[in-house]
């Protein structure tokens, strides 16, 4: 099975390469170096239909060392790039809070870590790789659990196979996971819950016995991590994915994201699961099982309106629900089953909800 970890170090530093020789030839032609990237501006950002993402549109923005306003911004991202390429040669991996901190070291300043982790999207956007690529990642807080063999790419432990049902508590889907080769597998769909406590729930209940499923904590919204293996689950296992969320408007926008993506991550293509299904909880699921609720808040209705003008939520499912949510005004969370027993999400609302999301 061909290394994919390999692969993809193979061509974050051919991107690398390409951009540090745009620099030299600059130099050697006497001109200022610069950076030419796709512009992240809002203006920018389109919902591609055929794709069902949001992308980059074709405007395009600069760094230029010679533009005294853009001289800081360009070191900056000079030095991230000497980094990523100082990382993935030497196969070490790094969380964003240490690119932060690591930068001291080099005398390079960032005000805070939110313009550091900017910075790192700008690496992003100037090569088309995401920086996972680049050894870079983000804390660990989603968990996977089921019938998967996988076998790790990362150094020493190349070729150890691992099966993620052997822990109760799941695996963290950190660097090793999501660079490892996915060997086998008996289930027949990936089941991705936003709440860590139903994800325990489920494991307690043998649902991925039960579902023939591999279960998936996505820790609220999916970090990128999570998102880019339940892609390869999806694409290299053909598992289908269904999203499981609190009933409320952020739930739905967290199963969204699975399914096609963040604006913020426009730049990237390989984070998505376009035919993903979200089987609830709907705003018709909490007046359809009488569910405990709790008033939906100001920045609840707003956020509902926002979400009307997005394109992603004009028809289907996705539409109604938030329309009963605004009618309503109404949430709900998973855990308000519980009303009616502590299986009562799994025994009596899971069942007819996957059959249902075959014809969604």
């Known amino acids: 099975m061909a290394n994919r970890r390999k692969e993809r170090q193979k061509g974050a530093l051919g991107s690398l390469k390409k951009q540090g020789e745009s620099v030299y030839g600059d130099l050697a032609a006497g001109r200022f170096p610069r950076f030419v990237m796709p512009s992240r501006s809002v203006n920018n950002i389109v919902y591609d239909r055929k794709t069902r993402q949001y992308v980059l549109g074709s405007s395009s923005s600069q760094r230029s060392s010679g533009n005294s306003s853009q001289l800081r911004s360009f070191t900056q991202l000079m030095w991230l790039a000497f980094f990523a390429n100082r990382l993935t040669k030497e196969k070490k991996s790094s969380t964003l809070r240490d690119v932060y901190y690591s930068s001291q ?9 939110a313009e550091s982790d900017n910075i790192i999207v700008d690496l992003e956007a100037v090569t088309s790789r995401p920086r996972e690529d680049f050894q870079i990642f983000p804390e660990e807080r989603s968990t996977i659990f089921g019938d998967l063999d996988v076998e790790y790419t990362i150094p020493g432990y190349e070729g150890k196979r691992m099966n993620l049902a052997n822990h109760p508590d799941g695996y963290s889907i950190g660097p090793s996971l999501t660079t490892a080769d996915l060997v086998g597998t008996s289930a027949e769909m990936v089941i991705a819950i936003e709440k860590g406590g139903l994800f ?3 494991v307690e209940e043998q649902v991925d016995k039960k579902f023939k499923s ?12 999570t998102r880019t293996l339940l892609k390869r689950l999806h694409e290299e296992m ?7 969320t609190d009933g409320d408007v952020y739930g739905e926008h967290i199963a ?10 426009a730049h990237l293509r390989e984070l998505t699961v376009p ?3 979200w089987v609830g909880v709907w705003a018709t699921d909490i007046e359809k099982y009488d569910l405990p609720t709790i008033p939906m808040t100001e920045a609840d209705i707003k956020r509902c309106h926002d979400l009307k003008k997005d394109p992603r ?8 629900e938030l329309d009963v949510f605004l009618r309503i005004k109404k949430k709900a969370e998973l855990e308000a089953f519980s009303k009616y027993g502590l299986t009562n999400i799994t025994d009596k609302y899971l069942p007819p909800k996957l059959e249902l999301a075959k014809s969604l």
């Open 238 to 244: 053909g598992l289908p994915v269904v999203v499981l």
């Open 200 to 202: 325990t729930r489920f």
């Open 313 to 320: 939520y004009e028809s289907g499912i996705w539409r109604k």
């Open 105 to 113: 070291a080099f005398a390079v300043e960032f005000d805070d870590q």
């Open 214 to 225: 591999i279960i998936v904590n996505t820790g609220g919204q999916a970090p990128r991590s």
């Open 275 to 277: 035919d993903a299904k």
């Open 256 to 265: 969204m994201v699975i399914k096609s993506g963040s604006a913020n991550a």
